[in-house]
């Protein structure tokens, strides 16, 4: 009997979140929080202080290897915060206080050092300074590190993966995917999630599958177990049979098939058989994407996500550091247009910083850029200093009202004052944009075109808050519905806002890098797409091949049709038509 006989066949059903199929090892990744047990020692106090400096060596060692990994990938200003974690790590202070607690209590070093570790986490939290406070997130970091190594786990981390993993995990942060060794990683599945949230973005711009909201996956299965991810149909097959394999082998080519057939329109316009154009553009996170946006003959940049550069740099990166990295994107850019989105922190991607808040109706995006002013103001003086190199335009997240805008606009008046009086060279006429994605906005639209020079709409958070559900939360999921009819008429209404006052109105969630919905945002007269470069040739081969002519009236009928599931099979009939001429499976 063969290995791969002695076990059945198991399917498991999740959300397709990131199309594709992927073959490989299973690795389970378990954000555990971790047990310290508590005991009386039996050895004596020496002996449990050497446990404790062996474990600080070998912390030490794997704490090096990650600067010296970071400066390598991203640099030596990156590499920095690591230094922090050694100066905590080899704290006199508080190895002497865990050695006299091992002495007074009689209990072992884990469940001192645990002790001690969170009283000085209870302190600096407190602590007014926000240089104090963030000591915080390093003492967290260097005590888990430090107690897995005492406790034995020798778990590998999420950033060293074996060659060919798929990881499965019960979610996996933005953080998280800021560690991940992108090369080895083929695929990954977790128990909770929903299609938009920042890991699965992720994934789609890697362009490797995703299957989520499979709730048991990580307790399933077990890592080194063999498995495939199907992330067109949301399926995950565990011990695959030679038969599964070679179903999924045939769709792999079929893939391939057609994305050689996407590609031969990369490099035409993308402009419909009538004749109508519309711009692509890309969504980045930084300057390491330029190439992929390069070879997909991107319009531009619709959308640079600021933060991840934050994420990566587990923290708050320096006005040069930032100034570096945009202007990098905007010398790759060539003239071409960069819309540069400022901190949208908070929801699914908080900082150590401000991990206290992670609710997707908290202190988020510009309104903690408000309420941050330094943060804020550090920002804007990078951008506006990167301006000088490219065609650089500014856009807020998640503005809510005028008010927020005016302040916001405030604030950069003075960074520009500051910034002449320093004699630094920027883009006067920057342009300056809002998204539009809490339906307070899309209800003033009117104000809002009026006082913009472009919007863009963030259906990813647009429907999350139109609908009220959450964005991460698998459990409601199926609400999330881009086709319902109040999503059609907000997003209706809002491209008409904008070209009433001939302010241009951009689309940039997630839905305007699925062909499906091509037809209807090219219909209601989106004047441009921004989405990962990875999807772009499929959404132009869609643009290439429909009429304009077609799309309006289509528009024009599903907005007269009252289920979401109806208006979703009709855009796919209409999708369906331009895919008559693919190769068959
Ligand atoms: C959106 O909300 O659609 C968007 C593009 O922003 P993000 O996904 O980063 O919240
Ligand atoms: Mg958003």
Redesign the pocket.
Known sequence: MSEKSKNKEVILKGIAASPGVAHGKAFVYLQARLDVPCYEIKNGVEAEMERLEQAILETREQITEVKNKIAASLGEGEARIFDAHLLVLEDAALIEEVSNEVRNSGKNVEYCYNNVAERYISFFSSMEDDYLKERVSDIQDVSSRLLKNLLGHHKVGIGELAENSIIVSEDITPSDAADLDRNKLLAFITDGGGQ?S?SV?MARSLRIPAVVGLHDATSTLQTGDEIVVDGFEGLVVIHPSDERLYQYGKLAEERRQRDQLYATVLPGPGVTTDGESLLLMANVEGAHEMDAVRSMHADGIG?F?TEGIFLRHHGYPSEDTQYMEYSAVAEASHGQPVIIRTL?IGGDKTLEANAEDESFMGLRAIRFCLENRDIFKTQLRAILRASAHGNLKLMYPMISGLDELRRANEILAEVKDELRSEGKFFDEAIEVGAMV?VPSAATIIDLLARDTDFLSI????LIQYLMAVDRLNDRVAHLYEPTHPAVLRTLKAIIEGGQKVGTPVSI??EIAGDPIYASLLLGMGAHSLSLTPAMLPEVKYFICNMSAADARALVTEVLALEDPVEILERLRAFHGTVCQSFPAA
Do not use: Q
């Open positions: 938009t920042h973005i959308l996500r949208d994605e963030g259906t990813n958070d940039c969630g």
